[in-house]
């Protein structure tokens, strides 16, 4: 199962759980919650399909031996079985598949569209009329995404993709009741993505120019070293990883020798995590603050350099970048005394120009991967300390277990330690931790020939879970070739954790119906 | 690298004949040869090498509804080691998503798989380990696409025998262990091949721990440049009599020794370039 092609993953990536605006920490154990409905989730279904894990796993060390000792009495029952070959006629399908395979296009399109549904069990609605109803039905989205590849000649080839989407959630409410940042940002959105020339222009050396991704490290639920672009934050957990990073406009070199790849980026426009809107089930502050973005121009361009290597198993990559952090730290930009308040802040957002160095692993051993990723950060700024910038060192550690027919459970856990740690950063507006871990947990299992498949996905914000979290369990069905149905639920933990805090009512239920063509 | 296999000389014949190899039996005595030699011959047969061809696998559940994947298969030979690459093209879900493995010949080693995801832009190192799952939700396993460690199995000939007009040999492959048995997701094989060519042109397999049996059954055998070549092949899993789903893989324009199927092709780097 999880060598499915498709984007059956976490539905999100998840980043240290970073919140630009509220990052008030304390203590409270949503530990116990968070393995409750985790391990509940994973071991109900498991225990109650005696196909499944379970079943096979048991069964199978309790009884191997009994099973291989007793083939010679079953040779009778071998004449039976080889009765069961099927005298039919062939299938008519090889003119068919002839016919399409002889035709190779230069140019192809291809996409999906589809609808996607979204249902707040928890919100009530507003009392008064005038404020958002953030209630219910707060999803009618259909969507689109084209994608044109063309190949010219054998060496180069070009991709141009689109997505658009249209909410039709907010007209069926009170339309009027909800902020202009919010009806920008959620109710209708059309937008080029990739967009790219590559090609090789020597033996060795491949290059890819424009609107693009850059994928780093190992991890699938975490990110460390991949740092690239940007995420799209807009409903935390809730956005299809097909979608959650933001292609940027880069100079991509890919040098290849041996079993190692050089790769060197430069990315030539600054953009930054899209964050839920002012006004929204995701951010529940009212007032918009100032982002200070850096001008897209040659000394802000961002840089990009790996080393990878890729033996019998394992794979090792050594990463290095100058960038601007996507995350923001709040400034205070402005004192203003205001006769009867006193003193008010005005706010910025700012985003600190980083350097990163890392490394990322991954290797085999049996039914297991174990993959880590570690990094350091140099060029950390914040409003508390002005006087010198910080360091911040990621380590994170992983697992992935596939020794269950159609069934795959990972697991990552990792730190982010912020170093020579100042208390003063522990006040707002910085509410910084010195370590803030989190824990990703990942079960899917595989149906019917692959044609149900089962989601379990759990994360939790510090070391015990006291800053929150979050669950979400899916099921997704392929009603026919490239057409599929996907419904869940998703529960947020609050811990003590405001950011999480404030996610607490958006516990949802959700589906999809998508078209692939 | 499964389908690679495949049409490169009906490697799933070859791979399922490769499971079972055996031992000395008092029955086999009558025969010429051993259930060992004769899978020892199967395996020591001409595959082909620097392979590239197209796939087709019609996936059938109980009801009849079909489910159709079509893939691009390149297939090749580094020492005494196999390589094989290959991209989905349709259904459009999956399309442009590519797998690299590299079978080892070394007993022990576990094989080098990799998944190029284009959802992700991102490759992912796969775990070998397990072999019983599903591939791709046909009726074949991965177990069936690498190819098994002889020693593992104990085979016995258990007969001649025809085929749709042709002599063959019937043998029973079981494993030694009872890890290989999970690790595979059979308990044990009779397979049938072909005395004047060493294919194996038909199976039947127990799937382990349950009531089912696959049925594998060589629809079209073809030689191409000299190699013989199951271009279509039935595999059938049933509970008794009742079918419970079924999977057709056809191959075409398979071609041999082509030039452009070398060691640049079996990489990274062009498991991301896909198809």
């Known amino acids: ?34 393995i409750l409905v985790t391990t509940l989730l994973i071991w109900v279904p498991v225990i109650g399909a005696p196909d499944i894990v379970l079943a096979q796993e048991t069964s199978d060390f ?12 079953e040779d009778s029952g071998i004449e ?11 299938i008519k399908h090889t003119e068919e598949t002839k016919a399409l395979f002889e035709k190779e296009d230069w140019s192809s399109f ?32 259909p969507f689109f995404s084209l994608t044109w590849d063309t190949k010219l000649g054998n060496n180069w080839k070009s991709r141009i993709s689109a997505k658009a989407f249209y909410d039709f959630a907010y007209g069926l409410k009170e339309r009027d009741t909800f902020t202009s940042e919010v009806l920008n940002e959620l109710e209708k959105e059309a937008e080029l993505r990739e967009v790219y020339l590559e090609g090789s222009p020597f033996g060795s050396l491949d290059i890819r120019l ?18 690239l672009n940007p995420t799209d934050n807009r409903e935390y957990g809730m956005t299809d990883l097909e979608d959650v990073r933001i292609p940027l406009p880069m100079t991509r070199l890919d040098y290849y020798f041996g079993d190692f790849k050089l790769q060197a980026v430069a990315i030539h426009q600054i953009k930054f995590n899209k964050s839920a809107p002012p006004g929204s089930d995701y951010n529940s502050t ?4 100032k982002e200070v973005i850096p001008e897209s121009k040659a000394e802000n361009t961002e840089y990009g350099l790996a080393l990878s290597g890729t033996f019998s198993g394992w794979d090792a990559s050594f990463h290095w970048a100058q960038f601007f952090d996507d995350e923001a730290y709040l400034l205070i930009a402005d004192m203003t005394f205001v006769p009867g308040i006193g003193f008010v802040p005005t706010l910025e957002y700012r985003h600190s120009r980083l350097t ?11 039914n297991y991967i174990w993959k880590a990723e570690a990094a350091n950060f140099w060029g950390m700024e914040f409003n508390n300390v002005k006087e010198k910038k910080f360091t911040r060192t990621e380590i994170l550690f992983g697992t992935e277990y596939s020794g269950w027919s159609d069934t795959s459970l990972s697991i990552e856990s990792g730190v982010r330690h912020l170093n020579d740690f100042d208390h003063r950063l522990e006040a707002e507006p910085d509410y910084q931790l010195e370590d803030r871990i989190a824990t990703t947990l990942n079960f899917m299992q595989d149906y019917y020939n692959q044609t149900l498949h089962l989601q379990l996905f759990g994360m939790m914000i510090g070391e015990w879970g006291e800053d929150g979290g979050l669950n979400r369990a899916s099921l997704e069905y392929d009603v026919m070739d490239a057409f599929s149905v996907n419904g869940g639920v998703m529960i947020y933990q609050p811990g003590d954790s405001l950011y999480f805090q404030s996610l607490n009512d958006n516990d949802r239920i959700f589906f999809e119906a998508r078209y692939s063509f | 690298m499964i389908f690679i296999k495949k049409y490169s000389n009906t490697i799933n014949f070859i791979i399922f004949t490769m499971l079972f190899s055996g031992g000395f039996y008092p029955a086999e005595k009558v025969f010429a040869l051993t259930g060992r030699e004769i899978m020892e011959k199967v395996n020591a047969r001409d595959e082909g090498d620097r392979s590239k061809g197209e796939m087709e696998m019609i996936l059938i559940d109980k009801k009849g509804k079909k489910r159709i994947r079509k893939l691009k298969t390149f297939g090749g030979k580094k020492d005494k080691d196999t390589l094989s690459l290959m991209f989905f093209l349709s259904p459009a879900d999956v399309k442009n998503t590519g797998f690299l493995t590299y079978d080892y010949n070394e007993s022990g080693k576990d094989d080098d798989q990799w998944l190029y995801l284009p959802a992700l832009r991102k490759t992912k190192r796969i775990a070998a380990g397990d072999k019983s799952g599903s591939f791709m939700g046909s009726d074949l396993n991965y177990s069936d696409m690498t190819t098994p460690d002889l020693d593992l199995y104990d085979y016995t000939l258990m007969k001649e025998t025809e085929v749709r007009g042709k002599k063959v040999w019937q043998i029973k492959a079981v494993p030694k262990h009872k890890d290989e048995a999970v690790k595979s997701g059979y308990s044990k094989s009779v397979i049938f091949i072909r005395q004047d060519n060493y294919v194996m042109i038909r199976a039947v397999r127990w799937v382990h721990k349950k009531r089912r049996n696959k049925y594998l059954d060589v629809k079209k055998l073809e030689k191409i440049d000299g190699i013989w070549v199951s271009t279509e092949m039935h595999v059938t899993t049933k509970t008794g009599k009742k079918t419970l789903h079924k999977t057709v893989l056809k191959q075409n324009n398979i071609r041999f020794n082509q030039d452009d199927v070398n060691a640049d092709l079996f990489t990274v780097r062009r498991l991301e370039k896909g198809a």
């Open chain 1, 1 to 34: 199962m999880s060598r499915r092609g498709k984007n059956n993953q976490t539905g999100s990536t998840l980043h240290f759980c970073s919140n630009k605006a509220l990052m008030l920490q304390s203590f409270f154990s949503s530990i116990r919650s968070f």
């Open chain 1, 62 to 73: 309790a009884g191997m031996e009994e099973a291989l000792s007793g083939f010679d009495e």
């Open chain 1, 80 to 90: 039976d079985a080889l009765s069961g070959f099927d005298e039919e006629k062939n």
């Open chain 1, 110 to 141: 291809y996409g999906y569209t589809g609808i996607s549904l979204s249902y707040s069990f928890v919100r009530e609605p507003p009392e008064d009329n005038s404020n958002s109803d953030w209630s219910g039905l707060t999803k009618t989205r």
């Open chain 1, 210 to 227: 424009g609107s693009q991704i850059v994928a780093w490290g190992t991890a699938d639920s975490l990110r460390v070293v991949d740092v």
């Open chain 1, 286 to 289: 009212t007032t918009e603050i």
């Open chain 1, 356 to 366: 990163m160095s890392g490394i990322a692993l991954s290797i085999t051993s049996g």
